[in-house]
């Protein structure tokens, strides 16, 4: 069964810095779609980076970076200068082989990273 | 409004009742999916459509948990007889299809069953 596992419940970051959230997951499958979300306290759920397994480059989207090394089965995220509005809880998620348009997610339990000033 | 839209945002249920959760995706999306997620977790998986078909249903944790999306643009989520244990916030996403990978989540609604 296809698993993401997210390891930190919590991590703090002085403002400015860059900071590491993990991620690890578990599938057979050779086709697959890693995302990373931001939720802040609002509750919605904010896309910020994908990454297919196809990728040979790492993704990136402004400050995010996602560091995918395929063999260890992890898709790490990278935040570069921290800012205060990072504060927020952030989900790793899969995406199941393309059985039908769309695909369902599979998330993490998450990390809530807290950016001190 | 260009994004997800889910009512009502919050729904407070006695224990027994059955309400209803609505879900309006973004215009011309293809795919719908209803998550539910617990206090302190990551969103889970209940159901997908493509416009009204529904394709997966295999995350709904019931037979009290009944989804809808009969033209294919607005879905209704309903779970009859409400147990304490339906507390979460539950999400919707809708997503273009076809090649496009991401999926644009509402701002979710939050049930509390007491």
């Known amino acids: 069964a296809q698993k993401i596992t997210q390891t930190q419940p919590g991590m703090f970051v002085q403002e400015k810095e860059a900071v590491t959230l993990d991620c690890t997951y578990d599938t057979s499958d050779q086709s697959y779609g890693l995302f990373w979300y931001k939720q802040p306290s609002s509750g919605e759920m904010i896309f910020l980076i994908y990454?297919?397994?196809?990728?040979?480059q790492n993704a990136t989207e402004g400050r995010y970076s996602l560091n995918f090394q395929k063999a260890r089965k992890s898709a790490n995220l990278v935040i570069s200068a921290s800012q205060l509005g990072d504060s927020a809880m952030y989900f790793c998620a899969m995406r199941e082989t393309f059985l039908y348009q769309g695909g369902k997610l599979i998330f993490g339990q998450g990390t809530e990273l807290s950016v001190k000033p | 409004g260009a994004g997800v839209s889910q009512s009502p945002r919050y729904k407070v249920a006695k224990r027994g009742q059955d309400v209803a959760l609505r879900c309006d995706p973004i215009?011309?999306?293809?795919?719908l999916f209803w998550y539910q997620q617990a206090l302190g977790q990551g969103p889970e998986f209940l159901t997908y459509f493509q416009n009204e078909a529904q394709l997966d249903k295999s995350g709904l944790p019931s037979d009290r948990f009944f989804a809808e999306r009969p033209e294919g643009s607005v879905s209704t989520l309903k779970i009859q007889r409400t147990q304490q244990e339906d507390s979460a916030v539950y999400l919707c996403?809708?997503?273009?299809?076809?090649?496009?990978?991401?999926?644009?989540f509402g701002p979710g609604t939050r049930l509390t069953v007491t």
């Open positions: 990454q297919g397994s196809y990728d040979e």
């Open positions: 996403a809708s997503s273009a299809g076809g090649t496009s990978v991401n999926q644009y």
């Open positions: 215009s011309g999306h293809v795919s």
